[in-house]
């Protein structure tokens, strides 16, 4: 056992740790961060890209397509989500999580009535690798470059595109973007949609990795919320580097007393962190910047 | 929000007034009225998949009971809760089953929590209860009769079966609460008894759902056999990322494939080298587990698997039966408890026999040894016939003569 299996071990563990952060909570930071709606159901989102994903890849479609799907379906839900209840309560934060707890209640236990207590899974496609007499799944190495790979998608998105541009613009000052002809109920239905879809294409990428369940959601959504809230309102200032933090938070806890320490350690983060940075860690770039 | 309350008000009034007419339309008990089953199960929420099917052995039971013109000359009736898989909902059903509907005897509980939840109402209102499901033991409560797996039925056959054949090293994954930190002491008393090692223990909070660093840890141990005792459809999740990262140590768990069919629904080969004693699973094959089966899926085709649990409250019915009928049709609990002492009821399941032990009111098995293999198909390397609840009658819980109304552990035996 050298120096550099240790250090590749702890890695790949905070890599591991990184990408279940980022990928659980970067819908839920578009959602939150760009529009002020703080959706419990996010976790559903998770389950429903999921179950679509390990449904049409059982019907014969591969992986990466099967991801695509549950993400693109999870996406539609949002759309439909915002269309019916979402959108009659801009700027009613307090009601939005009422709301949206209600839905996430429904879709369970709907889920549950519609398609039975649990799914056959899928199976973690592409085998393993070995260093230094451990053994490490490949697939989680895939789930870090999909972290990675989604936050610059998205960094291009709000950076370099159209819808971008009008979705910052309406973020920033919503009346003065629709005097300017921008149409802000579209671009509210498609930031909605938009992280409605990265939960979903975080549910479909870990959907080969575990128990396909109903209730899936739930494990998802405290790490979600962690990142989101420690790394306040911005994705790329905060939920990047909230998850890096926590994700180092975890693998040293975890290494060093286990599991338990791991999850109490995330929580610990948070309480520090709202003392004292009730903004996250985005608020205070912000501020410093300004 | 103040012009919906007129609306809501109303909803106590109605409820007050169901209560009301349910409590008139209460006929005063007569001789040939049906004896009341109360089932409190979780047939929706997170153990729905072990448990739809205790609720149908029941009814399956309770039909072949009534067709065959009941026990001693009534019939059965079956009052069926959904407890969600909520302990509140444990508690509030236990009263109502109790109270309102009096039950002559309950069916109720899944995990150890939820029967920690209502068995201090069982014993408040003097009910008779049936716990159908493998546990971490040590239950000794006059009101309780348990008929599922015991530690000392599952680890003492399976650990040293398992040292032998693969080595003495052992770590521990649990659940962490009184299951699994229960399971893990027992795991290693025997584990020591035996002369093997310990070599790792790490416990794992409900709902987590990624171990990449478990799986990690157990490579730096490097253990012979792996027990795990995980609970929950999250940390099922286990068992996938440990395949996937190629970890190929020997599992031994009282948990899987027994209760929630793993084997089944998870996709192979994720369970392979997987070791569970169990006293049923629908693998088993003898003539009378057949028959079962038959019955079974041609009441309730749809039934994904017919599980230990779903046999375990099969047979608990037919207890009560041999019971009831050995007290003269008496549902009174002294006087089935009477019966109880007397050491022989016994009734012939489909997994063979199995008898009360007066002592603790727990129920022998026989016990199975299940190997699932690269493809999931089971195989049985070894069966175990008659195996005794012992370790609470031996340390010295012995509810012929007193009834303490508790949980004891290995480290917390009762107190002579």
């Known amino acids: ?290 | 929000m103040m012009p919906r309350t007129p609306r809501g008000s109303r909803l106590p009034a109605l409820a007050a007034a169901l209560l009301a007419g349910a409590s008139l339309a209460a006929p005063a008990a007569r001789a040939a009225d049906p004896i009341k089953l109360g089932v409190l199960e979780d047939q929706s929420g997170d153990f729905a998949v072990a448990t739809i099917g205790k609720v149908h052995g029941i009814q399956l039971a309770a039909d072949e009971i009534n067709a065959a013109g009941g026990i001693a000359g009534r019939k059965l009736e079956l009052v069926i809760y959904d407890t969600q898989s909520d302990n509140t909902r444990y508690q509030e059903f236990m009263r109502r089953v109790l109270q309102r509907d009096k039950v002559n005897a309950v069916f109720a509980g899944f995990s150890s929590a939820s029967r920690e939840a209502y068995r201090p109402i069982v014993d408040q209102l003097d009910g008779f209860a049936f716990y159908n499901n493998q546990y971490e033991g040590g239950v000794c409560d006059g009101h309780m009769i348990v008929t599922g797996a015991v530690p000392e039925q599952q680890f003492s056959t399976l650990i040293p079966w398992m040292m032998e054949k693969f080595g003495k090293r052992v770590y521990t994954i649990a659940a962490d609460y009184n299951f699994g930190q229960i399971s893990a002491e027992w795991v290693r008393n025997i584990v020591k008894e035996n002369g093997g090692e310990m070599v790792g223990e790490e416990f794992i909070p409900l709902g987590v759902s990624q171990f990449s660093q478990t799986i990690q840890n157990i490579q730096k141990a490097k253990p012979d056999i792996l027990m795990t005792l995980l609970v929950g459809t999250a940390q099922a999740s286990y068992y996938e990322q440990a395949a996937a990262a190629n970890l190929k140590v020997p599992m031994g768990s009282s948990v899987n494939i027994g209760q929630g069919y793993e084997h089944k629904r998870f996709q192979p080969p994720s369970l392979a080298n997987m070791y569970v004693t169990t006293n049923y699973i629908e693998e088993v094959d003898s003539p009378s587990s057949k028959a079962f089966l038959a019955k079974w899926k041609a009441k309730f085709p749809n039934e994904p698997y017919v599980n230990q649990e779903a046999e375990n409250s099969y047979l608990a019915v037919y207890l009560y039966k041999q019971m009831v009928e050995r007290a003269n049709g008496s549902t009174k609990r002294a006087d089935l408890r009477k019966v109880i002492a007397a050491g022989d009821v016994c009734v012939d399941a489909p997994e063979g026999k199995v008898c009360i032990d007066p002592k603790s009111q727990h129920a022998s098995h026989t016990i199975y040894l299940a190997k699932v293999d690269e493809k999931h198909a089971i195989s049985f390397p070894k069966t175990w016939d008659g195996i005794q609840p012992y370790w609470l009658g031996k340390a010295g819980c012995d509810l012929t003569k007193k009834d303490p109304m508790a949980q004891y552990t290995p480290s917390n035996p009762p107190k002579p």
Do not use: K
Not at chain 1, 32 to 45: D, R
């Open chain 1, 1 to 290: 056992m050298d120096l550099l299996t240790h250090a590749f071990t702890f890695l790949y563990q905070i890599g591991d740790a990184f990408s279940f952060l980022v990928l659980s909570a970067c819908g839920l930071a578009v959602v939150f961060g760009m529009m002020g709606v703080i959706n419990l159901a996010h976790g559903e989102l998770i389950m429903c890209g999921a179950y679509v994903t390990a449904a049409t890849t059982r019907a014969g479609l591969p992986l990466p397509l099967g991801i695509l799907a549950g993400a693109l379906a999870a996406g539609a839900v949002g759309m439909v989500m915002e269309r019916l209840v979402i959108r009659h309560l801009y700027g009613r934060p307090l009601d939005t999580i009422v709301a949206t707890w209600g839905i996430s209640l429904a879709a369970t236990q709907g889920t549950l009535i519609l398609l039975g207590s649990s799914m056959p899974g899928i199976g973690t496609p592409l085998g393993s690798f070995t260093v230094g007499g451990y053994s490490y799944s490949t697939y989680r190495v895939v789930l870090m470059v999909a972290a990675v790979a989604v936050l610059a998608g998205l960094y291009l998105a709000f950076n370099a595109t159209r819808f971008g541009t009008l979705a910052r613009a309406t973020i920033q000052v919503p009346h003065m973007a629709e005097a300017l002809g921008v149409d802000t109920r579209t671009v509210y239905a498609l930031t909605f949609g938009l992280g409605a879809a990265l939960a979903g294409l975080a549910g479909g990428l870990y959907a080969p990795t575990m128990t396909i369940v109903p209730t899936m959601g739930t494990t998802f959504i405290m790490e979600a919320f962690v990142t989101v809230v420690v790394g306040g309102a911005d994705i790329f200032l905060g939920t990047a580097p909230a998850a890096l933090v926590l994700g180092t938070v975890r693998a040293l806890l975890t290494t060093w007393q286990g599991q338990l320490f791991g999850q109490i350690g995330l929580l610990v983060a948070v309480i520090l962190v709202i003392r004292v940075l009730p903004r996250g860690i985005s608020g205070l770039i912000l501020r410093e910047r300004a």
